[in-house]
């Protein structure tokens, strides 16, 4: 019963450590795709941790009945067409873009607020990332169980101290009179949800198989999702009651803090640089669990490319983390808004088709 618990809340650490990034820990996340609802961006966010549980519920029934180790092996089987291959390769370029970006954003942070150079920042990030990665998923789990209650720790006593020094101005009427930029939310919502889903995917379904319990599995990512709702509600009302003042900002969080001193800033930078250090492992570790698994059919092998095929073959776990991050790390040179401004749409929008395979496929699974 006690390991049982214990499981449930290392996997729901693993589940908010993977969607928690930096733009969540920023607050530029849910500015983007809640706040400017005004009051109904909580029923969105509502919304969202909702999606997660019901959407993981098929994805960690069909991950451990068909015994699957990576995101490619699961869009392999809900949709073994071009459109899953299509979604497959968009998958794999975002994960490696995603790992360049953090790159990129790590020696950026600490260059821009500390003064460190950010080839030093780069340095750290892919150190630190290697030390971890080499443990495998032992490593995944150790470093989220100690990042993401260091979160839960310091939000919590941001959005506690807003709370007691801004009593006065958290009015439910003036939240529901506030001007909205925009309309439909639910939108807004179901594409922020998918988005994460898809990402999430590659280091939770590795995650499945390590326990082998859905009862597990299903538990911690719903707990996850809970705490995530709590967390997000708290950073949103507090943006919200610094509308509009929070859109001029790259780190709204940052902006809040400021009231309250610059220890409070310098613990939020060093939270928000462990998450993009966290979303740094996820990345890399789902790319690395499927070239370890990946495999090829007679249909698909091409003699031209059989030294090609036979390299990749031949990867194991530790190698492909190496060769991930050589990949990565001339991709984070390009820049990070450029980077941001290519894969992210694009992204969004296949993580519904590939929603919605997973659920077309579990239940023709179901009733056959």
Wanted: charged share 10%.
């Amino acid at each position: 019963m006690i390991k049982r618990f214990l499981d449930v809340l290392q996997v729901a650490a693993v589940f908010i450590g993977t969607i928690v990034g930096a733009g969540l820990a920023s607050g530029k996340e849910i500015s983007n795709f809640f706040t400017y609802y005004g009051y109904k961006s909580f029923l969105g966010i509502a919304l969202c941790g909702l999606l997660y549980i019901l959407v993981y519920f098929f994805i960690i029934k069909i991950t451990i009945k068909f015994n699957l180790k990576s995101y490619k092996q699961l869009i392999d089987l809900v949709s073994p067409d071009a459109v899953g291959q299509f979604i497959s390769l968009v998958t794999s370029l975002f994960l490696i873009g995603g790992a360049a970006i953090i790159m990129a954003g790590s020696g950026a942070i600490l260059n821009q607020y500390f003064g460190i150079s950010k080839w030093i920042g780069i340095s750290l990030m892919i150190l630190f990332t290697i030390i971890v990665l080499l443990k495998d998923t032992n490593g995944l789990i150790e470093i989220n169980s100690f990042i993401v209650p260091s979160l839960i720790i310091v939000l919590s006593t941001i959005f506690l101290l807003y709370i007691k020094f801004n009593s006065a101005n958290i009015n439910l009427m003036y939240l529901k009179g506030m001007e909205t930029s925009k309309a439909f939310w639910p939108v807004s919502t179901i594409l922020y949800a998918a988005f994460n889903i898809l990402s999430s995917s590659g280091v939770l379904i590795p995650l499945a198989m390590k326990f082998n319990d859905k009862k597990t599995m299903f538990w911690g990512i719903a707990v996850g999702a809970i705490v995530l709702s709590f967390l997000c509600i708290a950073i949103n009302l507090m943006l919200l009651l610094n509308v509009p003042n929070i859109y001029h900002y790259e780190i709204p969080l940052l902006f809040i803090c400021k009231r309250f001193g610059r220890s409070f800033q310098f613990i939020l930078l060093c939270i928000i640089w462990l998450e993009m250090f966290s979303t740094e492992i996820s990345d890399i570790y789902s790319l690395g669990k499927t070239l370890e698994n990946i495999s090829f059919s007679r249909h698909s092998y091409n003699k031209q490319l059989k030294y090609v095929h036979n390299f990749i073959a031949s990867l194991n776990y530790k190698k492909s983390i190496f060769i991930i991050i050589l990949i990565a790390l001339p991709i984070s040179q390009i820049g990070f808004s450029k980077l941001i401004k290519l894969l992210y749409p694009s992204f969004g929008v296949i993580s519904i088709f590939f929603i919605a395979k997973c659920i077309i496929f579990y239940f023709k699974k179901h009733n056959s």
